[in-house]
């Protein structure tokens, strides 16, 4: 009978190609430069909705010669 040889296989650690992930701090920048703009943009809407609600209250007040007249 024919002997049968023993094969050892050698088992290498596979490393993960996984695509790098964006540094923290670059994702800390964009978050706050977001939380900036969208302050920004919600200060622009609160004064331009405060002027047109202003003019309107002021066009149902009359005024002479800027001084408020009672009714």
Do not use: C, D, I
């Not at 094969?7 to 670059?26: D, G, I, L, M, W």
């Amino acid at each position: 009978m024919k002997r049968k040889h023993v094969v050892h296989h050698k088992h290498h650690a596979v490393k993960s190609s996984r695509a790098a992930k964006p540094q923290e701090s670059y994702l800390v920048v964009v978050r706050s430069w977001m939380l900036l703009v969208m302050f920004a943009l919600m200060l622009g809407l609160g004064a331009v909705v405060g002027t047109y609600l202003n003019q309107q209250s002021a066009a149902n007040t009359p005024v002479v010669a800027g001084v408020q007249t009672s009714r």
